[in-house]
């Protein structure tokens, strides 16, 4: 039987994603000048915003991690369409994402830890 996921599961998989989101745009920024590499990008909140909003109880472990290559940017003369400013303005957006999820899991570990402690 699969549970409710708990507030921590949910901060868990989505800083996962970040983490993968973060890999793949360093790896982007890595094939700048590689012949006909085409960037790849992360999607994985849609997924799972649609499971929470389903109300149904999910396995986080399902969810999917899509790594795509959105083949919407403009390509260079070696056939590469790696936006490096582009990247840079992701990065830094994941970045932020990354920082709110594990400050939102540092506060609920810290009210764990207020009502064990209790007063």
């Keep these: 039987m699969i549970k ?12 996962r994603g970040a983490s993968l989101r973060q890999a793949t745009i360093a790896n982007n920024i890595a094939n700048l000048n590689t012949p006909n590499y085409r960037r790849v990008a992360v999607e994985f909140e849609k ?5 929470i909003a389903d109300g149904r109880q999910i396995d ?11 083949q919407n940017t403009p390509v260079d003369s070696l056939g590469n ?16 994402m990354y920082k709110t999820y594990m ?11 207020l009502a064990i402690q209790g007063p």
């Design 60 to 70: 986080l472990d399902e969810i999917p991690m899509d790594i795509l290559r959105p």
């Design 47 to 51: 997924h799972l915003a649609e499971a």
């Design 103 to 113: 400050r939102l899991l540092g506060k609920v570990y810290r009210k764990m830890e």
């Design 81 to 96: 369409d790696v936006n490096l400013e582009m990247e840079v303005g992701e990065m830094i957006k994941n970045n932020a």
């Design 4 to 15: 409710q996921p708990a507030i921590t599961e949910y901060l868990e998989i989505a800083l």
